[in-house]
């Protein structure tokens, strides 16, 4: 029985509190340089340094001294001791158990977003992030900086933005540009952000695509482009997770929108012996999306083919520069393969049968 008062086991608690910063303070920008037992944070006025370990820090100046958790609250912006815990849990490659549920609750009232301080100059990590790392078209970064989608913090990371059709910004997800090899890079929402208000690219159809992150929505963009598609036709929504609260919202704001084509992540070898799903989060959320939204839409859903688990990793996998002609040859039209709710109960089998709904075909 977890009796601590955090979404977090106690075994989660102790991992977090084990786990060095050094990464994660390097991923924020900060240049460390090794000085017998501590690595002393350079050009920083006030004489910062973190323990070799990076389970500790102090303050020359000031005296201060913390842990790694306070660490991240205190000169990494990070506002909430819970967000700063997840972020050592995933640099440890550790999955907070919470995170493998899909929360629908209602949310709870916000105060005003705090967004990141934004970069004043040219936004160079998160050019080479998006459209080198990630192989993001540069259209389609331009439309979304453009849009005020995106945008790069002080720390050089990219904060993705969540928006009212009033154009104000409700919601923001930070991913780190500085990857170290062997460690994931840390991602979080900003504080008090509105998970009813997710990332997207706006298109004027009546079909909403449907994803997970905004870098899987964002290559799924390109991907249409690649094909010789019209990108910009689409909309395209990312839901900061798995949980509906953003689909439901924008399907209330607008009307428009006939045809829902899901797009989440298919963990795919997470099948038990009987290739019964187990803990394949994303395609579980799909089954009870398509009961819950196929009396009023025609829904779908598309998966990058075996072995890619998102559109992200099917993107980066096949524009690698070996494959990047045989991909334009392709078009890359096997990802528009929509599933129908019904081929959706054959991957699924013990699942209930849906209602015969038709799907479209690009």
């Given at each position: 029985?977890?009796?601590n008062?955090?979404?977090f086991t106690?075994?989660?608690?102790?991992?977090?509190?084990e786990?060095?910063v050094?990464?994660?303070?390097?991923?924020?920008?900060?240049?460390?340089k090794?000085e017998?037992?501590v690595?002393?944070?350079?050009?920083?006025?006030?004489?910062?340094?973190?323990?070799?370990?990076g389970?500790?820090?102090?303050?020359?100046?000031?005296g201060?001294?913390?842990?790694?958790?306070?660490f991240l609250?205190?000169?990494c912006?990070?506002?909430?001791?819970?967000?700063a815990?997840k972020?050592?849990?995933?640099?440890?490659n550790?999955?907070?158990?919470?995170?493998?549920?899909?929360n629908?609750?209602?949310?709870?009232?916000?105060?005003?977003?705090?967004?990141?301080e934004?970069f004043h100059g040219?936004?160079?990590?998160?050019?080479?992030?998006?459209?080198?790392k990630?192989?993001?078209?540069?259209?389609v970064?331009?439309?979304?900086?453009?849009?005020?989608?995106?945008?790069?913090?002080?720390?050089?990371n990219?904060?993705?933005?969540?928006?009212d059709?009033?154009?104000t910004?409700?919601?923001a997800n930070?991913?780190?540009?500085?990857e170290?090899?062997?460690k994931?890079?840390?991602k979080g929402?900003v504080?008090n952000?509105?998970?009813?208000?997710?990332f997207?690219?706006?298109?004027?159809?009546?079909?909403l695509?449907?994803?997970?992150a905004?870098?899987?929505a964002?290559?799924?963009?390109t991907?249409c482009k690649?094909?010789g598609?019209d990108?910009?036709?689409?909309?395209?929504l990312?839901?900061?997770g798995?949980?509906?609260?953003?689909?439901?919202?924008?399907?209330?704001d607008?009307?428009?929108?006939?045809q829902?084509i899901?797009?989440?992540?298919?963990d795919?070898y997470?099948?038990d012996k009987n290739?019964?799903?187990?803990?394949?989060?994303g395609?579980?959320?799909i089954l009870?999306y398509?009961?819950?939204?196929?009396?009023k839409?025609?829904?779908?859903?598309?998966?990058?083919?075996?072995?890619?688990?998102?559109?992200n990793?099917?993107l980066t996998?096949?524009?690698?520069?070996?494959?990047?002609?045989?991909?334009?040859?392709?078009?890359?039209?096997c990802?528009?393969q929509?599933d129908?709710p019904e081929?959706?109960?054959?991957?699924?089998?013990?699942?209930?049968?849906?209602?015969?709904?038709s799907?479209?075909?690009?």
């Amino acid at each position: 029985m977890n009796r601590n008062n955090y979404p977090f086991t106690q075994d989660e608690m102790k991992a977090a509190y084990e786990t060095s910063v050094l990464d994660l303070a390097m991923q924020y920008g900060y240049e460390l340089k090794a000085e017998r037992n501590v690595f002393r944070v350079k050009n920083y006025s006030g004489g910062l340094y973190i323990w070799s370990n990076g389970l500790g820090w102090y303050e020359h100046d000031t005296g201060e001294k913390g842990n790694n958790v306070e660490f991240l609250i205190k000169y990494c912006g990070i506002q909430k001791k819970t967000e700063a815990i997840k972020m050592l849990l995933i640099c440890a490659n550790i999955t907070p158990s919470r995170e493998l549920r899909i929360n629908n609750e209602p949310p709870k009232p916000k105060g005003e977003i705090k967004l990141p301080e934004t970069f004043h100059g040219t936004f160079g990590n998160l050019y080479w992030f998006l459209m080198t790392k990630r192989c993001i078209d540069k259209d389609v970064v331009y439309k979304c900086l453009y849009d005020r989608s995106i945008y790069q913090d002080i720390h050089r990371n990219v904060v993705f933005c969540g928006k009212d059709n009033s154009g104000t910004i409700k919601y923001a997800n930070v991913r780190g540009t500085v990857e170290i090899k062997g460690k994931e890079p840390f991602k979080g929402e900003v504080l008090n952000s509105d998970k009813k208000y997710g990332f997207r690219i706006d298109g004027t159809s009546d079909r909403l695509f449907v994803f997970e992150a905004p870098i899987d929505a964002m290559s799924h963009a390109t991907l249409c482009k690649l094909s010789g598609l019209d990108w910009k036709n689409d909309t395209r929504l990312a839901l900061g997770g798995t949980s509906d609260l953003a689909l439901k919202q924008y399907l209330s704001d607008n009307p428009r929108i006939r045809q829902i084509i899901f797009c989440l992540d298919n963990d795919y070898y997470k099948f038990d012996k009987n290739l019964h799903c187990w803990n394949n989060v994303g395609q579980n959320a799909i089954l009870k999306y398509v009961e819950i939204y196929k009396s009023k839409y025609v829904i779908g859903r598309s998966r990058p083919p075996v072995p890619y688990k998102d559109f992200n990793e099917y993107l980066t996998g096949t524009l690698h520069p070996e494959f990047a002609q045989q991909c334009r040859e392709k078009a890359c039209q096997c990802f528009m393969q929509h599933d129908s709710p019904e081929k959706i109960e054959e991957f699924f089998p013990q699942s209930a049968q849906p209602e015969a709904v038709s799907t479209m075909e690009v």
